[in-house]
């Protein structure tokens, strides 16, 4: 067991002084809930550099920090590379839009709003249709432990086999999906596609979700290869697990793709 000396990870640094990422504190409500919608959109852009796109299909959710019951999300049928502060709308668990003027995505609000409803500590979920990790859901397979990557989920992400492949735009749809949810970050939804979800912010929860789609592909390159990979030992497993797969390393992880956005795309604040 490592001495992390009070830090959160061991990648925090022991020397002080030093230029690092460190979670924010918040002076009012307002100063969070604006850092919660920016990070979001972030969140969105970030699906739009790994190519998570898909028509209107997608649909990233982040709690109000003063209304828990009300949660952020990108709108209906607005590419993820044009998702910004003013046209984010606010949804209640009902799938009415609070605030905003553009509609909310039908299955997005159903799988979402049961998430959110049934564990009121999640405060984050992300969904896209993509090629690797939708290829990988068609299997029926959890994430096997043969890279340090895929460690990040070792015992902490769920296979969904109920209703599989079925579209969610019936309310009773995301029941199963937010059962799956208790005290993990992800799940592969048979024959459907990936999920993530955090506690901790949307930043966790879109890392993830970039983490996941990358470990489906890499599962199925070494599939493709036809030789048996070599699997991780389960204690190495869950050690990697414990310094590689945590809320925070996946807040951590997102910083890089943050500071490169806030250069690269200053309309996300329009």
Aim: negative net charge; aromatic residues 10%; glycine residues 8%.
């Amino acid at each position: 067991m490592l001495d992390l000396k009070g830090r959160v990870s061991i990648y925090q640094p022991e020397q002080e002084g030093l230029i690092f990422p460190y979670e924010p504190s918040f002076e009012s409500v307002e100063e969070e809930r604006r850092h919660r919608k920016e990070r979001l959109v972030g969140a969105c852009r970030a699906f739009a550099q790994q190519g998570f796109d898909y028509g209107f299909a997608g649909h990233l959710t982040v709690r109000d920090p003063e209304r828990p019951e009300l949660y952020w999300t990108n709108p209906m049928a607005i590419h993820f590379d044009k998702v910004k502060m003013s046209n984010l709308i606010l949804v209640d668990h009902e799938g009415n839009v609070i605030e905003g003027t553009h509609a909310v995505n039908r299955a997005g609000f159903v799988l979402h709003a049961n998430v959110h409803e049934a564990h009121p500590d999640i405060i984050a979920m992300c969904h896209a249709h993509t090629v690797y990790g939708t290829a990988y859901a068609a299997l029926g397979r959890p994430i096997e432990p043969i890279t340090q990557d895929a460690c990040a989920f070792f015992e902490d992400h769920v296979i969904i086999g109920d209703e599989a492949g079925a579209v969610a735009v019936e309310n009773h749809a995301g029941s199963n999906v937010a059962t799956a949810f208790k005290g993990v970050k992800a799940a592969i939804h048979q024959n459907h596609g990936l999920l993530t979800a955090s506690r901790h912010s949307i930043e966790a929860a879109a890392f993830w979700f970039i983490a996941l789609e990358r470990c489906c592909q890499q599962q199925l390159a070494i599939a493709a290869a036809g030789i048996p990979p070599i699997y991780i030992r389960e204690d190495r497993a869950r050690y990697s697990r414990e310094h590689v797969g945590s809320e925070y390393i996946g807040w951590l992880h997102f910083q890089t793709i943050w500071d490169q956005l806030v250069q690269d795309c200053p309309d996300m604040f329009d």
